[in-house]
């Protein structure tokens, strides 16, 4: 028996000490009792969970949590009809269908399915009152009656049986919504961050804001860039002009990406890849950035759990999944507390030793450095070799020092190697392939931009399909969605364990990117929650993987700045 289930009414009003109408619910969906009212729901849910636990049942998170979180108001658990209807709608080979509460009852009812309402854009709060003071809910479209709620729980409870591994799903499920509630809750939190630090930073970099045009320094290097091409007028942030001044000077380039000028003997070169760097820190976290979005002694983004394909989260303005780690010097912690910052090293390749079941894989997978293991079992030696056989192996590299390095990995590790190949097989066919949970990939018909499958800067040359690629193209995406998919559900566990075991204290999750996790917390409570990170991601092996011998270990470092961690 799980906690008692209560279903809470869309549409409550404005305010987070709006009233509600409520029902409760047994596991199937039925009702447990009569439906009531309450005139207070933040007062009522913190009573509530106070006594015991609860799952709450609602519309979207989004738009309901966020005005009780305001009022001071943590819930445990919750279950999100529109995140689980996407989970559902991929599974049946329906990614990106309709899956606010409208679509859920549209197809109930056998009608015509409404499209989804555009998705919300948040102010920056130093423009508005943005996030903290916002009175309004979220639109959604639906002004669904309690009973639509109960009825589309139920119909998604009966859904969620007919899955090949339910259990496998229902986990997917109970992570997906306990990410939604976290990234709420850090939304709200917001992350230290020092504008005035911040604001040195530019000024050392980029030199002093000019009141029209870019920084001084930019436009220093504009005109290097002009002098080293013999022109004048040419804007080194269009990549267009650059191509064609290279094209002038006799150097054919397929375009400006970084990895591509360094490869070009020119004295454009060095100019335009400092350029290029310091126009993306004035552009994306420059003066304006800092105006808008750090308030308060906080930069406050809005966190989009599953917000692409591989279940990776997203953010909705801000740029808080690219913060450059130069400008990660602004962020610094509270006077007398601490940031524990957790990475988890290495952890696709793991993930791949843990589904495939390759047993002479997972045995590497159980030393602290699983290239280096590899590399002495099966590369003489050189872990350089053993990791571009790996990474080869996931992103579908094909060319290069790639070919030798993953025959061996075919004859040494022939079970993680048909693992990748299948899924890339099923890709390349047209078919779906599926997470460890059940996460699935978009239909062979399907646009996956941004689909959030990118490979690490090591994989090279390893570049993933863009639009709706198909045949090998698809082949590449689907291999290694098996592995991505997977590791975002590992580090989802991670997170709303850690989420449960920092009940209690004083420490918050301020942060979380892909497979790192930061917490806030006074300086005295760092030693337990060390131990909580590291506890938790052992937890998140064993519920996905059982007893597995493939580890997942993490560099955990204690910092007063984010900069400074490992």
Known sequence: MGP????????????????????????????????????????FVKEREAA????????????????????????RRGHDLELTEALLQGYAGRWGAPRALPAVLARLDGGPVPADP??????????????????????????????????????????????????????????????ALLGVEMGHAGLPWRADIHNELLRDMLGAPQPVGPPRRLASLTAEINDAFGVRGLHPDSPAEVVKAFARAGVEIPNTRAWVLKNVDHPAVKPLLEYKELYRIWTAHGWSWLDAWVVGGR?????????VVSGRWATRGGGALQVPKVVRRAVVADEGWRFVVADAGQLEPRVLAAVSGDARLAAAAKAGDLYAALATDSFDGDRAKAKIALLGAMYGQTGGAAIPALAVLRQRYPTAFEYVESAARTGEAGGLVRSW??????????????????????????????????????????RNFVIQ?????????????????????????????????????????????????????????????????VRFPLDVSVVECYADAK
Not at 14 to 36: C, I, M, N, T, V
Not at 52 to 75: D, F, H, K, Q, S
Not at 459 to 469: D, N, T, V, Y
């Open 437 to 478: 949970l059940g996460r699935t990939c978009p239909p062979a018909s399907s646009s996956w931009r941004d689909n959030g499958l990118d490979p690490p800067e090591e994989a090279g040359s390893a570049e993933l399909p863009q639009g709706g690629a198909t045949g090998r193209a698809r082949g590449r995406f689907t």
């Open 52 to 75: 015991e636990p609860v799952r709450w049942v609602w519309a979207a998170t989004a738009e309901i949590y966020p005005p009780l979180v305001r009022a001071g108001v943590r819930v």
């Open 299 to 307: 930069f406050r983004a809005e966190f989009v759990p599953g917000g």
């Open 118 to 179: 555009p998705p919300h854009q948040p102010d920056p709060p130093g423009l508005s009152q943005g996030f903290l003071f916002d009175t309004g809910p979220r639109q959604s479209g639906s002004s669904a009656a309690l009973a639509d709620v109960v009825r589309a729980y139920a119909d998604q409870q009966a859904r969620l049986s007919a899955v090949d591994a339910p259990g496998r799903f229902r986990l997917l499920v109970a992570a997906e919504n306990a990410g």
């Open 4 to 43: 008692p289930l209560i279903a809470v009414q869309e549409g409550l009003g404005p305010a987070a000490h709006g009233g509600g109408r409520l029902q409760p619910l047994l596991a199937d969906g039925s009702a447990a009792g009569p439906a009531f009212d309450v005139p207070d729901l933040a007062v």
């Open 485 to 549: 998919a997977t590791a975002a559900e590992w580090a989802l566990v991670l997170l709303a364990s850690l989420r449960t075991a920092l009940e209690g204290t004083k420490a918050e999750l301020v942060f979380f990117v892909h497979d790192e996790v930061v917490v806030h917390c006074p300086e005295p409570e760092a030693p337990t929650v060390v131990a909580a990170v590291q506890q938790a991601a052992a937890e998140a092996g064993r519920l996905l993987f059982g007893a597995t011998e």
